[in-house]
Structures are given as structure tokens and as C-alpha cells.
């Protein structure tokens, strides 16, 4: 009786201390790694396709995209826009800044920079075509000072053309056409009579160009003479001497009255030929660019060594200089 109880108090002694490995894992089962590695878990997704890892991989789902940038909000071009130019594509495919208009104020190239908003949409003009399209903006401006105080802005724009300005998309812009007229003795009269008044005797008239067009939306022409004369040919020589203009003339006719009105006139009375370094005044081009419906009168000028462009704005018989961009190199 003894020997049974104490056989069953050393059964379950043993039981209690663990199995030995034969009876844990079986007959036959390897023994254990003296030095177990662990080898790291895998994701659910794996163990449930072990020959798949590629759909394990990837059935585990990823964060969303964050979503794509609002594109920036420009306010309307009602009371600001920036007035950019060009004849052609440079290099940068850029325009000339002429300064802008805000709130019906002409603004300088500087004043202009302050409020410029790069890649905003403008509207492309054109003569005789007007409005071709729309273009976006860039800055291409560097650090240094800008060359003859000139700035330009990058565009996508690529063709070329006559001439261009640009403005914010939705400035309201004017075109008249306007028409070509040839030389005739009514218009070298007017020149004549009027180089006269101004104390040249006997001047040498040299009308090169002759445009009609209504600046003011009234219904009537307004007829612009460009003349030059220089007994040194300009720009091919610094100097200018007695006799030597350079003229702009606008020509308005009211009810029986005739009214001649310069432009731009520069005319030299000096008896000996000083270097002096004229102007040749150009016709460019006729523009409202402030949105007030008359027409700017457009200018390109030529000089020694130099070049540029000026905008006159005429309203009730004044004149008045609004831009000027002139490099002397």
C-alpha cells in the first residue's frame, strides 16, 4: 500500500515539474536550436498568402495623397493691372514693363513691381487682330540693377508679332483702326506753318509717316504727322544743328476750326553742330491702356546709341507724358 502511494505522489511530481521533451514534442521531433534566432512577425495580410508577397505587401492600405493644391486666387483686374509690351520674342519670351495703371494713376516701373502677381493669366492685344489670347506670367528678375533701368517678365507666350501689350486678364481695353494716309500738300503745309512759328526759317519738310484715327471715340479723326529732319542723318551721328526737328503733330479739325497740336517736338536752333545727341520721334501706336476709353499715343524713339518708348495720354487739347522708357547705352 505504501509503495502505490508513494509511486502516485512521484507521478504527479514529475507532472508538475514539466514534461520531459518525448512527451512534449513526440517521437521523432528535432531537437531544439541551441541558439534560437527569431525570425519577426508578419503582417497578417503575408501569413494569410505566403506565396504572394507582393499582394501581402501591398493589400495593407496606404495613406491617402494629400490633395492637390488650391490654385491661387487673384483679385479682378478692376482698379490695378501692370502694362507690358513686347515686338518680339527674346530670349526669356518676356515683356518690357511701361509701368501700370491703378485706380486710373499711372504708376512708375518701381510703384508697378510692388503689386505685381507672377503666374496670374493676362490678356494678349494685338493690331489690327486685338484681343489673341492669354498668356501667364513669370518672374525673371534678378539681383542686379536692371539694364538701363528696363525690366521684363517671362510669359509662355511664343509667337511673335508686329507689337503686343499684355495686361491682367479682364483690364478693359480700346482699339480704333487706324488708317494710313499719304503725303499731301495740306500736310506739309501744316508742318511748314508750324516749324515756322517756332522760329525755324525756311525748314526742310520731311514727313515720313501720316495716321488718321479717333483717339477720343467721337466720331471724329484725329490726324498724327511724324516728321524729321536732319542735316547729319540721326541716329548715325551725335549732333544736331540749326534747322534739325524731330516732331510729333496732332491735327484736329472742330466745325470750321483747325487746331495743330505737338505731340512731342524737339527742334534745334543752334548755328554750329553740337553733339547734342536727338531723338527720332516713330509713331508706334494708338491704345487705351488705363481703361478710360481714349486712346494713349504710342511712341518709339531712337537716339545715339539708344532707343525706347513713350506713352502721351491727350484729353480736352492737353498733352501729357505718362511713360517714358528710354535706354542710352
Not at 514539466?18 to 528535432?30: C, D, I, R, V
Not at 540721326?234 to 484736329?252: F, H, T, V
Request: proline share 8%.
Amino acid at each position: 500500500m505504501k509503495k502505490k502511494i508513494t509511486f502516485i505522489l512521484m507521478f504527479w511530481l514529475l507532472v508538475a515539474c514539466g514534461a520531459p521533451a518525448a512527451m512534449e514534442g513526440g517521437a521523432g521531433a528535432p531537437p531544439d536550436d541551441p541558439n534560437p534566432t527569431s525570425a519577426p512577425a508578419m503582417p497578417a495580410a503575408t501569413r494569410a498568402n505566403p506565396n504572394n508577397m507582393q499582394t501581402a505587401q501591398t493589400s495593407t492600405p496606404l495613406a491617402a495623397p494629400p490633395p492637390e493644391s488650391t490654385p491661387q486666387a487673384f483679385a479682378p483686374a478692376e482698379s490695378f493691372s501692370p502694362i507690358l509690351y513686347r515686338t518680339h520674342a527674346d530670349r526669356y519670351n518676356s515683356y518690357q514693363l511701361l509701368g501700370g495703371v491703378q485706380n486710373g494713376s499711372w504708376l512708375s516701373d518701381e510703384e508697378t513691381l510692388l503689386l505685381l502677381e507672377y503666374e496670374r493669366l493676362i490678356d494678349v492685344y494685338e493690331y489690327p487682330t486685338g484681343w489673341v489670347g492669354n498668356t501667364t506670367i513669370h518672374n525673371v528678375i534678378d539681383l542686379d540693377p536692371p539694364f538701363c533701368g528696363m525690366y521684363f517678365i517671362g510669359s509662355d507666350l511664343l509667337e511673335t508679332s508686329g507689337w503686343q501689350f499684355a495686361f491682367y486678364q479682364g483690364w478693359q481695353v480700346t482699339l480704333h483702326p487706324w488708317t494710313e494716309l499719304p503725303t499731301s500738300e495740306i500736310y506739309t503745309q501744316t508742318v511748314h506753318d508750324w516749324l515756322t512759328m517756332q522760329g525755324l526759317a525756311q525748314p526742310q519738310i520731311q514727313i515720313s509717316r501720316i495716321l488718321k484715327v479717333d483717339i477720343e471715340g467721337d466720331g471724329v479723326d484725329e490726324v498724327f504727322i511724324e516728321a524729321s529732319y536732319f542735316k547729319t542723318p540721326n541716329p548715325q551721328s551725335p549732333q544736331a544743328e540749326y534747322g534739325d526737328y524731330s516732331i510729333i503733330l496732332m491735327r484736329k479739325v472742330s466745325g470750321n476750326s483747325v487746331s495743330v497740336i505737338p505731340i512731342i517736338a524737339d527742334l534745334y536752333h543752334n548755328i554750329k553742330p553740337n553733339a547734342l545727341f536727338p531723338h527720332t520721334y516713330f509713331l508706334n501706336s494708338f491704345i487705351d491702356l488705363n481703361q478710360d476709353g481714349n486712346l494713349e499715343v504710342v511712341l518709339d524713339i531712337t537716339r545715339w546709341e539708344g532707343s525706347g518708348m513713350m506713352v502721351y495720354e491727350v484729353k480736352e487739347w492737353r498733352v501729357t507724358q505718362v511713360i517714358s522708357e528710354v535706354c542710352a547705352e
